[in-house]
């Protein structure tokens, strides 16, 4: 079974790594290339004009890596697999249109505010209401209305919620990584650690599934949740995607994902927490996208209150350019941050799962 998840990320890898300089060469032969601000740091400048939209590219190599590991072991796609897959692509489709409005116009901002929140808004009520749906016959449905860290807890807070609870972390994850694509690489790389995280963890909940109770030592100690391998699958799927993706993304970036790229990996991202039952120590898992996120809050809050700004620039990695650091500089350093996160929460995941042995 675990076949499945190699193949996933091997396949991912691979297709991009060879995928990834056609479509730039067939996007730099269109002229989409990406407009860059010009109250930004000096040194984007020369980025102008650099393809963007690349997240087409590990989107499509993920779906395509997905299906292939399933084709090849004769494993069956499952319900929860399919809902993180649509999630992503969803909210890719969301972001692609805003990337093509601003190639097209050539101006920095794409669809409409209000538009573009409707898009966010149909996929991610789609999502959360079907994962409450299709009960298995452990009666498990791919989302529970329980909050959860690094299993459920607590009481339930029903159906309504829930779907307001998805969408907050639908729209949190999914602009965190948007914020967090100003650099060449930064996104990419966080992201490829977040979803090695949970390749681990859904392979972890598989080994401890309470569905094989009987066969484990402890069953007490066991993870509901519906199907934990083919999250991994997913997630394995995602990893290799962005690493082959990552190649071509890194300083000096040869295309940019585009909001097609990072509201995808968001809507990805909230999908698996939400169908692994790790909802909030997805905030420790992506520690690096709430970092900069409320770098984002605490410099328009500040500004509005005080008039007084806290930050050089916001986000947080423009603040440290303006200080003199190389970009460069500000995306290891900052992949050291996302990669002690991960540490932190992968270990905490673990100590919640001790404590119950």
Known sequence: MMKQILFAGVIGLFLTLIGTPLLIKLLARKGYGQYIRDDGPREHHAKRGTPTMGGIAFILATLIAYFLSKLITGATPTLSGLLVLGLMAGMGLVG???????????????????????????????????????????????????????????????????????????????????LTDGLDGLATGASVMVFGAYTFIGVWQFQ???????????????????????????????????????????????????????LALGGALAGLAICSRTELLLALLGGLFVMITMSVVIQVGSFKMTGKRVFRMAPLQHHFELKGWSEVLVVVRFWIIQGMCVIVGLGLFYAGWAAKK
Do not use: H
């Not at 808004?121 to 298995?136: E, R, Y």
């Not at 949740?225 to 190649?247: I, K, N, Q, T």
């Open 96 to 178: 692609f249109l805003d990337d093509y409005i601003k190639i097209v116009k050539r101006r920095s901002l794409g669809l409409r505010a209000k538009a573009k929140m409707a898009g966010q808004l149909t996929v991610g009520i789609a999502f959360a209401v079907l994962a409450l749906q299709f009960a298995d016959a452990r009666g498990q449905t791919p989302a529970s209305t329980r909050l959860s860290f690094v299993e459920d807890f607590g009481w339930t807070i029903g159906p309504v919620l829930f779907v307001v609870w998805a969408l907050f972390m639908i729209l949190a994850m999914s602009n965190g990584v948007n």
């Open 208 to 262: 401890e599934s309470c569905a094989n109770a009987q066969s484990l030592t402890n069953p007490a100690a066991c993870f509901e949740v519906r199907d934990p391998l083919d999250l991994a699958v997913v997630a394995s799927a995602l990893m290799g995607a962005c690493f082959g993706f990552l190649w071509w993304n890194t300083s000096p970036a040869k295309i940019f994902m585009g909001d097609t790229g990072s």
